[in-house]
């Protein structure tokens, strides 16, 4: 079995030699050895031991509830729930990191496509960060209800051409323009859009808005601030009665 120096195990477990001996005088790591010249030697065990208690020291545990923790009949388990404590910390701390570090990647790509750098222009892009998400699950569902509507569709014309009856159509076209209108209506209802001239956010009527030429993600409208017409970028417009 290995035997370590006090500078050794301090090496091994990235602390000071005096850290070490400090242990020693408070009892909580002995060293399983002394030469006859007086020198500590320690083993694999406590090797385990001291990294146990660096792991404690770096929670903020202080040294006496250490020794406590250590003396208990089985202090393996409550290290284990220490361990886990901190493990689902670190997991909530990586995934704020990440999401931040996200959000600082959709900033710097929004800012690339900008030939102006401004306040305005960076107050637009947090907007529409913040409400990317709102804006996909409006859109997922707007697609998982259309997918009945669809399928009506295509049940429709296969059943008129194998069997010749037209009216299942019929109801297709009757249910299509329902649906059309009741989910154009909450679309609208649910966005608004940034002028790109005052970086103002309105609301334009739904007539303008639903004939308006458009991309997946803006519309060309009439800002109703300024009065400018063109490309508008949509954003989440929260709810509204």
């Not at 923790?69 to 202090?75: A, D, F, V």
């Amino acid at each position: 079995m290995s035997k370590f120096t006090t500078g050794e195990l301090a090496r091994l477990c990235g602390v000071t030699v005096r850290t070490v001996q400090y242990y020693d005088t408070r009892g909580i790591l002995i060293p399983s050895e002394l030469t006859e010249g007086g020198r500590r030697l320690y083993s694999e065990d406590d090797l385990r031991r001291m990294k146990i208690i660096c792991f404690l020291r770096d929670l903020d545990i202080p040294i006496d509830a250490i020794s406590q923790i250590l003396q208990e009949e089985h202090p393996e388990k409550v290290i284990s729930l220490l361990i886990e404590q901190q493990e689902n910390a670190l997991s909530d701390e990586i995934a704020d990191k990440e999401a931040k570090l996200e959000k600082l990647r959709e900033l710097k790509g929004g800012l690339k496509n900008r030939p102006v750098c401004s306040f305005e222009s960076i107050g637009d892009i947090a907007v529409l960060m913040e409400n990317k998400k709102n804006l996909k699950k409006m859109r997922l569902m707007m697609i998982l209800t259309g997918i009945p509507v669809t399928a009506l569709q295509w049940f429709s014309i296969i059943f008129w051409i194998v069997r010749g009856v037209w009216w299942p159509f019929a109801v297709w076209v009757l249910a299509a323009a329902v649906w059309g209108t009741l989910i154009s209506r909450y679309y609208f209802r649910h966005v608004k859009y940034i002028c790109p001239e005052c970086h103002g956010i309105f609301k334009p009527t739904l007539k303008e808005a639903f004939w308006a030429n458009h991309t997946p993600t803006a519309r060309k409208l009439t800002c109703t601030a300024c009065g400018h017409k063109g490309f508008c970028v949509e954003v989440w417009g929260g709810e509204e009665a």
